[in-house]
């Protein structure tokens, strides 16, 4: 028994020695993994820790941008509302100053903000059908444009042309073309009638805005124009304009430096827009032309003493000067025939709306048939008062108001005989 035991207790012995070395061991190797672990944790957390301080201070840095932009904006308002209440107030005088005219007060920059803006600001009240256009259309429009809105002669065609844009020769209208209706009606209400600008109302306006959609089949004859329906109203080729991005785009290429050689030794003018095809046959003084009135081109006979002799020849020379008013539509002199007017070579003295070939309305056709006669007295009225004189006339001149023109304009036309 003692031999059994002397030799399992060693044995035994043994064996815990073994196990606890073993134990040793293990325990040593499961600290050091959690010790790694706790290592990269703490890089971890110290890494999300410096990226939350950053964006703190990323967000910090655009809250105080955004205070900035806010405050700068406040500042923006306060001084655009300062100036709206001060357009009256005189400038204050800086240093340096010319001390050249003045302020515009309120009511002068209001006499100029006439224009219309495409989504109907600027529109004062009104209202207009397509049949009283019509008939405004008719007398005040008609004797340049056709009564359909077709064109006469070289003046401009204001109806049709819908989806010719894209061909060789376009037909670019009010219809077919115009973006936006506003450029009609402002157009209209500031230039027109030829001659006498500015004086249709803004209910003639409307009516006759409505007749020229209605030629262009645009709107139905029962169709009214008013400044409360105007912006809903869209045009045919609305969309067919783009954006001019040529700043953003093409401006750079061109600015290099400017090309300095092989110029020509010189400049002449070799041409002038009058005589271009592009003003209506019979001339008369171009607004591209920017020579003096007097430089103008005449067109039919010079001034001359040969034609109405020595002491007259101051007399005609003013009345080839008042011609000029009536030049755009008539013509006078060797080969001169109609256009927008008839042709006036042999008129005193004639038989009234009895030129050959040109359509008159219908006050000078009444007249025709009643024998009435160009006259002294009957042209000194017309020339006066067209409209008045001749009531329905689709002349749109509104008159000569001084006397010595109109008798100047007479014996002018009175050189001038039938070929």
């Not at 019979?282 to 109405?308: Q, T």
């Not at 009895?354 to 009225?381: N, P």
């Not at 008045?388 to 001038?416: N, S, V, W």
Request: aromatic share 8%.
């Amino acid at each position: 028994m003692s031999k059994f035991l002397s030799l399992i207790v060693p044995s035994i012995g043994g064996a815990a020695l073994v196990l606890g070395g073993a134990y040793g061991f293990a325990s040593r190797d499961y600290g050091q993994a959690k010790i790694d672990n706790l290592t990269i944790r703490i890089a971890q957390t110290e890494a999300h820790v410096a990226s939350a301080i950053e964006r703190a201070r990323m967000a910090e840095a655009e809250a105080k941008k955004a205070d900035t932009e806010r405050e700068l904006l406040k500042l923006a308002l306060a001084d655009a509302a300062s100036m709206r209440n001060d357009l009256a107030t005189l400038a204050p005088v800086h240093e340096m100053s010319l001390g050249l005219g003045r302020p515009a007060h309120v009511d002068e920059i209001a006499a100029w903000d006439v224009d219309v803006l495409p989504d109907g600001r600027g529109l004062p009240p009104g209202r207009g059908d397509v049949w009283t256009g019509e008939e405004v259309f008719v007398e005040q429009c008609a004797s340049c444009h056709g009564d359909f809105a077709e064109g006469v002669g070289n003046w401009p065609v204001l109806a049709g042309g819908l989806d010719t844009l894209a061909d060789k020769d376009p037909v670019k209208t009010v219809g077919s073309y115009w973006p936006h209706l506003s450029t009609a009606w402002d157009y209209i209400n500031r230039s027109m009638p030829f001659g006498a600008a500015g004086t249709l109302t803004a209910d003639e306006t409307y009516a006759i805005v409505a007749y020229i959609l209605y030629s262009n089949d645009l709107v139905g004859d029962d169709f009214v124009l008013s400044d409360e329906n105007f912006a809903e109203f869209e045009m045919y080729n609305a969309n067919g304009f783009v954006i001019d991005d040529r700043s953003e785009l093409e401006y750079s290429a061109w600015r290099g430096d400017p090309c300095m050689s092989n110029c020509k030794d010189m400049v002449e003018i070799t041409m002038r827009a009058t005589f271009l095809d592009v003003t209506p046959e019979g001339g008369g003084v171009s607004v591209m032309n920017h020579a003096a009135a007097s430089d103008a081109p005449v067109f039919g006979v010079s001034a001359s003493e040969d034609v109405v002799g020595g002491e007259n020849a101051e007399l005609f020379a003013a009345g080839e000067r008042a011609f000029r008013q009536c030049s755009s539509c008539h013509a006078v002199g060797e080969g001169a025939r109609n256009s927008t007017g008839p042709a006036l070579n042999g008129i005193v003295n004639a038989s009234i709306g009895a030129v050959d070939g040109f359509r008159y309305s219908g006050i000078f056709q009444d007249a025709a048939a009643a024998g009435d006669v160009w006259d002294q007295e009957r042209l000194t009225a017309f020339l006066g008062d067209p409209k008045g004189a001749m009531p329905g006339t689709k002349m749109a001149f509104r008159g000569m108001r001084d006397q010595e023109d109109i008798d100047a304009l007479i014996a002018y036309l009175a050189t001038f005989e039938v070929e």
